[in-house]
């Protein structure tokens, strides 16, 4: 195994120092290193973790692949991803979850976690095989019918019971789906001068706040997807001061964008939950800094071409995330690097007892770590994406920040900015 060594790093912003990478460890061991990265001005961070990436495969792989999802999220920084169940088949099984973990393996460039569905075929009728995926090879640990809400309250429950055995977590998409019908983005001014069906914040709202009542009653663990609206963290901050096992997300789109987009009628903002107003945005920005919002996740949701480029009404609801998440991150919250080591890598791969990530970049920690260039800054092509589609709502815009390497047990995944293979 070659053997690196990081000359001139700053760990989470600490005077540089030079980092060794070897044997698939950090090591403090500068013998027979053989390849010198110069990381003059950059910063290490333990390798990012996503809890809520959509990698298509099986079933849309004009859309994305689990190999292309892979690179993606390497560029971004990413050492592990979470893959949500709404593919098809739908990821309802052991084997369909084994699918994912195995193609996961094959691309070797992020560690993939596949999560399995709550319901069988999403339907939200009857519950999955959730022990059957949790004792598979892919270990399953996260349960969620992303995509849909689990609605059925009894359901809900029960699926909260079963996974408490094993210390397992539902993550719910929280949508009340009779306040959402025909909903076409926020519910609020925008959407009344443009004449859309909204999708009223309370439709989130009042999911969460059954939710944590349920997880309560149980004692198990709650997660929940992509926050968007300031009553969710009302609702949350509550929750967590009383103690309820909760825990939650916010996407990199909800803490920039708003539902001011929508008036340009193009569907690349199309995103599910929509994008909310300007105070929206800013009690999730305050809720990520407080930890009462715990991670950012991207709900990296990419679609083909021709789900997307159609009328507002037709085009499927999401935008792609992986490759643009710590820049976008970087604008919000400026270098403040510790506090995004801990919301994009340590608590999740905490909250997913996930091994070997998320670790301080110590000697004989696992390498899994990347390199930023906070200085640079680049102007979003879509076309340059490694993600088989397009549907960034940053194209032509100046993000901060570069990855410019990516290390995956010690196997560097990306160098100088480009995926190794
Ligand atoms: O915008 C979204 N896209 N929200 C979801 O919940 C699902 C996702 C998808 O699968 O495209
Ligand atoms: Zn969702």
Redesign the pocket.
């Known amino acids: 195994m070659t053997a690196y060594v990081l000359k001139g790093v700053s760990v989470l912003g600490a005077s540089p120092v030079d980092l060794v990478v070897r044997d698939g460890v950090i090591s403090s061991d500068k013998s027979g290193v053989s390849e010198v990265v110069d990381a003059d001005g950059l910063v290490a961070l333990p390798g990012l973790v996503d809890l809520h990436t959509?990698l298509?495969e099986p079933g849309r792989e004009d859309a994305e692949t689990v190999e292309t999802g892979s690179r993606a999220a390497a560029l971004g920084g990413y050492t592990a991803v979470f893959a949500?169940a709404?593919t098809s088949p739908v990821a309802d099984t052991a084997g369909v979850v084994e699918q994912v973990w195995r193609l996961g393996r094959e691309a070797g460039l992020v560690d993939v976690q596949p999560i399995g569905a709550v319901t069988v075929g999403l339907a939200g009728k009857q519950m999955a095989e959730l022990g059957a995926m949790a004792s598979s090879a892919a270990g399953v640990r996260i349960f969620s019918d992303?995509?849909?809400c689990v609605a059925d309250p009894r359901l809900m429950r029960r699926a909260l019971e079963y996974v408490k055995a094993f210390d397992g977590i539902i993550a719910q998409?929280a949508?009340e789906p009779r306040l959402t019908e025909g909903a076409q983005m926020h519910e609020g001014e925008v959407s009344t001068r443009l004449g859309l069906t909204g999708w009223p914040a309370v439709a989130e709202e009042a999911i969460i706040a059954r939710d944590v009542l349920l997880a309560e009653h149980v004692g198990s663990r709650l997660h929940v997807?992509?926050v968007s609206t300031a009553g969710s963290v009302e609702v949350l901050r509550q929750a967590k001061a009383r103690g309820v096992r909760v825990t939650a997300e916010v996407t990199p789109h909800h803490l920039l964008l708003t539902d001011e987009l929508a008036a340009s009628y193009d569907p690349v903002f199309?995103?599910?939950?929509p994008l909310r107003t300007a105070s929206d945005v800013a009690a999730l920005r305050e809720a990520l800094i407080e930890g009462v919002i715990d991670i950012v996740a991207t709900?990296h949701?990419?679609?083909a071409v021709q789900d997307k480029e159609c009328e507002w009404a037709y085009a499927?609801?999401?935008?792609v995330g992986l490759e643009t998440a710590l820049s976008v991150v970087l604008s919000v919250l400026g270098e403040r690097w510790d506090l995004i080591a801990e919301r994009m890598s340590r608590a999740p791969a905490r909250i997913a007892g996930l091994a070997g990530h998320g670790t301080d970049l110590a000697p004989g920690s696992p390498a899994n770590l990347t390199l930023v260039d906070p200085s640079a800054h680049r102007v979003v092509d879509p076309g340059e994406l490694a993600s088989r589609s397009r549907n960034t709502p940053y194209a032509g815009t100046t993000l901060p920040g570069r990855i410019v390497a990516t290390f995956l047990r010690g196997e560097p995944t990306v160098l100088d900015g480009k995926a190794v293979k």
């Open positions: 959509h298509r949500m709404n992303d995509g849909h998409h949508e997807c992509h199309k995103v599910n939950p709900d949701a990419p679609h499927r609801p999401g935008m």
